[in-house]
């Protein structure tokens, strides 16, 4: 039985692509898989980031082409995929060493765009101003559930890095605590349990409670 395939095209290239497939495989199948840069391949480090045009008219935006399925007529314009320098996390943080770190921090026009491409639904643009306030742990939070896949960056036309800043600060913050934790194997395997719970609401409230106690709670 022949699966069923729809049109699509990357960069002004039509290619036929199966149903149900995602972005990079139906390029990779494609003989494509130059096309687009690939990385983790799970929706994690960005690498894949694509803009999309849509024929019947709908807004398009930035997806993660590891993870959109592919529709007919959709149109496929690889993003660049800028490198950054690693920026070394500090303890006890301060507003002056993160604007330090990230100078272009105070260029947020407040547009929202950021928000707005957040497959997390993090409030992107209100963690932003929380950090030009120094409300730090609250940034923590914001960003517990940030697969830094880099669409926020990307979509920012001011340049602001917010989450790479989410990171630097939630490192910073964790370097700051003095925490005494055994680790081993079994503890890990055990950690790793509790903490990845399918419940998305559950998974947010281990993590506070992990970050608050250093141990998995019964």
């Excluded at 024929?55 to 993660?64: A, H, Q, V």
């Excluded at 669409?151 to 913050?173: A, I, Q, T």
């Excluded at 005494?180 to 609401?201: G, M, V």
Aim: charged share 25%; glycine share 8%.
């Amino acid at each position: 039985m022949t699966e069923k395939t729809v049109e699509i095209k990357i960069s002004g290239k039509t290619i036929q692509a199966k149903i149900g497939e995602t972005l990079v495989h139906a390029l990779w199948a494609a003989g494509m898989a130059e096309s687009v840069k690939t990385g983790c391949a799970g929706g994690v480090c960005g690498a894949c980031t694509v803009t999309l045009r849509y024929s019947d008219g709908r807004p398009g935006g930035t997806e993660l082409a590891c993870m959109k399925p592919v529709e007919a007529g959709m149109e496929i314009f690889p993003c660049p995929v800028e490198t950054d320098a690693p920026v070394m996390p500090v303890t006890q943080p301060e507003l002056s060493h993160l604007q330090s770190a990230f100078p272009t921090l105070n260029r947020c026009t407040k547009c929202g765009s950021c928000t707005t491409a957040c497959p997390m639904s993090i409030p992107v643009m209100d963690s932003v101003l929380r950090m030009q306030n120094g409300e730090f742990q609250a940034v923590a939070e914001d960003f517990t559930t940030c697969i830094h896949c880099g669409l926020c960056r990307f979509v920012c036309e001011d340049k602001v890095k917010p989450h790479n800043m989410g990171l630097w600060l939630r490192r910073s913050l964790g370097m700051s605590r003095e925490m005494t934790i055994e680790k081993n194997e079994d503890n890990a395997e055990q950690e790793w349990n509790y903490l990845f719970d399918n419940d998305r609401e559950k998974r947010l409230k281990k993590a506070r409670l992990f970050r608050q106690s250093g141990r998995v709670e019964p």
